[in-house]
Structure formats: C-alpha cells, structure tokens
C-alpha cells in the first residue's frame, strides 16, 4: 500500500513538473513610431536638461549634450527603428564607420513624452521639444 501511494505522489509530482504551461496572451506594448520624430530633451550627465536627441523620419538621428558645449549639427549619428517597444539605436562612430547598437525597452512614448529602460533598468526620460 505504501508503494502504491509512493508511486501515486511520484505520478502527480512528475504531471506538474513536467506539464507545460501556456503563455498568456501577449502583452507587448506596441508604440507608434512617428511619435518618435522629431527632437527630445533629456537629463544629461549632469543630471540637468542639457541632453538631445533628434529623430529623424528616415530612421537616422543625432545626439549631443549642451553641458559639453556640444550641439546639434557635432553630435553623435545613430541610426534607429522601433519594433512594438523594442528600440534599437546604432551609433555611427566617427573613427571608422562602424556603429554600436543600444537597445532599450519603451515604456511611454507619446507625442510630447518619451521614457525608455536599458537592460540594466536605469530609465531614460525626454519631453519633445520645439525647433
């Protein structure tokens, strides 16, 4: 008798550990992107306002920061695209023409905010600004 209930508990332990549980419906956020051009605002290393970055319709962009006396025109160049909220940014080095690629996790883009995660979980937030 104690056999048979071992090998009932074995059974019923084995179906739960080996059952396989279906994903939930997906719940990606999918982020329109023509929200995204245009020129936003940010913190910069300084922790003020001083950090720009310029998206462009064509899927190029620019970045630089005010704080190191650098403006819009001596930037970095990135090329970007948006996949439901995955955004990619591959940053043109200006050395050799290769690029290196950010991805960051959307998490609010609207047509005057924008706040983005790495894979690490800092958060990056920017309002729209005007020309």
């Known amino acids: 008798m104690k056999k ?3 090998l009932v508990g ?4 084995s179906a739960l550990v080996l059952s ?3 994903k939930d419906e997906d719940t990606e956020i999918s982020y329109n992107k023509d929200l995204l051009i245009g020129k ?5 290393v300084n922790n003020t306002e001083t950090e720009y970055y310029r998206y462009d319709a064509n899927g190029s962009g620019e970045t630089w920061d005010t704080s190191d006396d650098v403006h819009e025109g001596e930037g970095t160049n990135f090329t970007w695209t948006l996949d439901a909220s995955l955004l990619t940014q591959i940053y043109i080095l200006k050395t ?3 690029g290196v690629p950010e991805a960051y996790t959307v998490t ?3 047509s005057n905010s924008l706040v983005y995660k790495d894979d690490f979980g800092k958060s990056f937030s920017f309002k729209k600004v005007t020309e």
């Not at 074995?10 to 332990?13: E, M, N, V």
């Open 4 to 6: 048979m209930i071992y």
């Open 10 to 13: 074995i059974t019923l332990l």
């Open 20 to 22: 396989s549980c279906s």
């Open 40 to 44: 936003w605002l940010g913190y910069g």
């Open 96 to 98: 050799d023409s290769s």
């Open 108 to 110: 609010q883009l609207t």
